[in-house]
Each structure stands twice: as structure tokens, then as C-alpha cells.
């Protein structure tokens, strides 16, 4: 029989069982920070390239399946480390709430993997087999970023690896399957990218703060504090957007780019939603607004480049 703290906990996120359950599990508000970057390298290789849309759709599984994998491992690992509980917010509640087996969601992930490293296969052999070098760097940091001896996600540096790997190296993945090289300008146009995947971490980790110091982590907005992580976070979009600008004028993004700043507006509500604001709970919208923040900057970038190369 459910606590009554369980339930009220399961009420105030609106958790349901079934279906939701599984879908709760792949935290979707996360899954932003694999879709986007694949949105982003690709589309800014239409600039030189014609598209191939069947490699473009097998990235963009893998990345999905890597990263819902990584969020299985980081269900499963937290829980076999006693950091979650009934009443945690941060998590899916898969285990603590719905009652699923831990082995279940620790082989989902393997899958998960397994379906992945088939697709990394096909888009090595279609591109070169360095990709799939890369390709189990990634996953090998998706698993050791909760798993492990000393998992990434306990340090101060979860954002920055999360940042690098979902952002910078999967944008220089999606462009290098289409063109065949990486330049210097996909890496210095991934860097808005991969600073806002970062902050949608670093959300997390704000959330989380007070649980995650009883747990025994380490992570940066522990080590900085919660209004310092907020500070952190607020100078960490005005450098994602200031960058899009600077690019913007010297012709490295196109003015159609300019579009991006729409999402500023919501890069805003994050910092005045963690303001003030204690509990996980009252946090909860916030961190959900970091991951919107990433989504509509990453489209609206993609958009402005398919624009640009249809007009040119």
C-alpha cells in the first residue's frame, strides 16, 4: 500500500501508471539535449551538402537511444546507491513509485544500447568507421555518467561532460556523416548548443541540490550554492546568446539566425523561476523550462539554416 507522502508526491507530478510509466522512465524534458544537436549538425551541413535523410533519421534514433539509456542507467544506478527515495522528485519513480523491477530498467538500457550500436553500424559503414570509435566513447560516458566506481554525474563535472558529448560532438557527428569533414565552423557554432545542454544539467543539479549533498555527490551547484548556480546558469545563456549574435555578425550564422533570440524569453523564466524557490517541487517548472530553452534555440537555429540554404 502507497505512503500517503508517495502519493501526494505522485499527485503533485501528475504520475500515472502503464504506458506513462515506461514514458516517464526515458524522462522526455531531457531527450532535448539529443534531438536538438542532431537537428543542428545536420542541417548546418545543408549549407554545403544535399542531405542523405536516411542517415539523418538513423542518427537521430541513436542519439535517442543513447540518451534514454544513459537516463535508464542513471534510474537504476541512483537507486542501488540509495540516493532515491518515495519522495524524490528528480527522477521517473519507476522503481520507488511503480514498483518495476531494477534488473527490468537496467536490461531496457542494455537494449537500448544494443539497438543503438546496430544503427552506429549502419551510419559507420555509410560515413567512416572513426564514427564508431566515437560513437562508444559516447555510450561508454553514457553509462559511466551514473555507473561506475566513480560516476561523472557525482563531480563538478556533469555539465561540462553532458555539454561536450550532447552538444559540440554530436553536432560535429550529424555534420561530419553528411559532408565528410568537421570545420572549425561547426565547432564554433555547436558552442551555444552545448553551453544550454549544460545548464539543463546544471538545472537538474540546482533542483536537486539538497538531496543530492545527502547522497554524498559533489556537484557544482552544491560546491557553488543555489543562488551562485543561479547566477552561473543566468551568465551561461547570456554567453549562448551573445556568442549567436557574434556569429551572426561576422557571417558565420546567417541573419535568419536571428530568430533564435525568441527563446530567450524562456531562457529568462527559468532564472526567475529557481529564484526564490526552495523545494524540488517549486523547481520543477524551471528545470522544464531549461530543457524548452535548448529545444526552441536548437529548431529555431535549425529552421534558420534550412531557410537560409532554400533561399540562397
Not at 556523416?177 to 551555444?192: A, C, E, F, K, Y
Not at 549533498?213 to 547566477?231: P, S, V, Y
Not at 552561473?232 to 555578425?249: D, E, K, P, Q, S
Request: glycine share 10%; with cysteine; proline share 3%.
Amino acid at each position: 500500500m502507497q505512503s500517503t507522502e508517495q502519493t501526494d508526491v505522485r499527485e503533485a507530478l501528475n504520475e500515472r501508471g502503464g504506458f506513462h510509466a515506461w514514458w516517464r522512465l526515458l524522462r522526455p524534458h531531457t531527450l532535448t539535449a539529443s534531438f536538438v544537436p542532431v537537428f543542428v549538425g545536420t542541417m548546418y551541413a545543408s549549407f554545403t551538402n544535399s542531405i542523405d535523410w536516411i542517415l539523418f533519421a538513423a542518427m537521430m534514433v541513436a542519439s535517442l537511444l543513447i540518451q534514454s539509456a544513459t537516463n535508464m542507467f542513471n534510474e537504476y544506478y541512483d537507486f542501488v546507491r540509495g540516493l532515491d527515495t518515495q519522495d524524490s522528485v528528480g527522477i521517473s519513480g519507476s522503481i520507488v513509485r511503480d514498483g518495476m523491477k531494477p534488473k527490468t530498467i537496467l536490461n531496457s538500457a542494455l537494449i537500448f544500447f544494443g539497438l543503438a550500436l546496430l544503427l552506429g553500424v549502419y551510419i559507420s559503414a555509410s560515413s567512416s568507421w572513426w564514427i564508431a570509435i566515437i560513437g562508444l566513447i559516447c555510450m561508454a560516458f553514457g553509462y559511466l555518467y551514473t555507473g561506475g566506481p566513480l560516476p561523472i554525474a557525482y563531480t563538478p563535472l556533469g555539465e561540462v561532460f553532458s555539454g561536450i558529448l550532447m552538444g559540440s560532438v554530436i553536432i560535429g557527428i550529424s555534420f561530419f556523416i553528411q559532408t565528410g569533414v568537421v570545420t572549425w565552423d561547426v565547432v564554433l557554432i555547436s558552442l551555444p548548443v552545448t553551453i544550454l545542454i549544460g545548464s539543463l544539467n546544471l538545472s537538474n543539479n540546482i533542483r536537486d541540490r539538497e538531496g543530492d549533498k545527502i547522497g554524498g555527490r559533489k556537484t557544482l551547484a552544491i560546491l557553488l550554492g543555489h543562488e551562485r548556480a543561479i547566477t552561473l546558469m543566468a551568465a551561461a545563456f547570456i554567453v549562448a546568446y551573445g556568442l549567436t549574435i557574434l556569429y551572426i555578425v561576422i557571417g558565420l550564422l546567417p541573419i535568419e539566425s536571428l530568430i533564435t533570440l525568441i527563446s530567450a524569453v524562456k531562457a529568462r523564466e527559468v532564472i526567475k523561476g529557481f529564484r526564490g524557490k526552495t523545494t524540488p517541487l517549486q523547481m520543477m517548472p524551471a528545470m522544464i523550462a531549461t530543457g524548452k530553452t535548448n529545444t526552441f534555440y536548437g529548431l529555431l537555429l535549425s529552421v534558420s539554416l534550412l531557410i537560409h540554404t532554400i533561399l540562397s
